[in-house]
């Protein structure tokens, strides 16, 4: 995979599109790239546009795992430098639990889901994308996805302020995967739920403080669910800082059909 990059003047002309292939061409040693997610800032040297992605490279033994989550700067959107610092990093485990070591829902890989928008209080929330190593029906696909949140500084986006400990959604229709079957021909990967979408959905009536969004995400690589999210902002000092962002519900469940949206 490899993230490339086409501008145009005319979207719905479809011979108005240039191509200007590859955007990082091997820069920083990354030979596999995926998933870019861009903040569109001011576009200056001092204020450039962010972009977290997924990635692989050289130094990465697994692969199929992105380990980190690079970021780039860019002042046009057309050129782009690779940061020596990370966005995020995947978290083998989060201590000990009955003297049982948990993992994370983002232990094995992580990967940028949609672009990140902004919240009342002028921070970015980021949706993204985690897996664990887990058995599935299929013996040489050991992954199972999850959907995380990261809170992000609206004057420095690189900067993270909180991230999710739990997953927000997690592979449990027929249509993710779940109890995969090859041959009902339900879902075509076992356990995959893979946010690429969100879209502000107005604030919440009772209560002016939360936020609501709504995130579109692929289902066992053949389907698409749409997600309700609540973000809950506290300000203190009305200053607007973010005390705590609670996503809810943690994985709303309406039927047990993929209605593809």
Known sequence: ACLALATTPDPANASAWVDHGAIFRGAGGY???????????????ADPHVMAFGSWNTLTPEWVSPIYMP?????D?????VS???????????????????????????????????????????????ATRCDTAVASYKRCYHLLWAILDGGDP?????????SLLDPEMPWEGADFNASAGVAATPNVVFVEGLVP????REQSHRQIFRAYYGGGDAAVGALEVIVEVEERGGSGTLAH???????????GNARAW
Not at 245 to 255: E, F, I, N, V, Y
């Open 201 to 204: 959905w107005g604030k919440a």
């Open 31 to 45: 030979q596999w790239t995926k998933s870019g997610a861009v903040i569109e800032r001011a576009g200056t040297e």
């Open 71 to 75: 970021v780039a700067y860019s002042a």
């Open 77 to 81: 959107m057309r050129r782009w430098s």
């Open 84 to 130: 020596p610092t990370y966005l995020l990093e995947r978290r083998a485990t989060n201590g000990t639990a009955g003297g049982t070591r948990t993992a994370y829902p983002d232990g094995y890989l992580v990967e940028p889901g949609p672009p990140p928008l902004r919240l009342a209080d002028g921070n970015y929330l980021m949706l993204y994308n985690g």
């Open 245 to 255: 962002a609670s996503l809810l519900p943690k994985a709303p469940r309406r039927g």
């Open 158 to 166: 690189t900067v993270v302020l909180a991230r999710a400990h739990e």
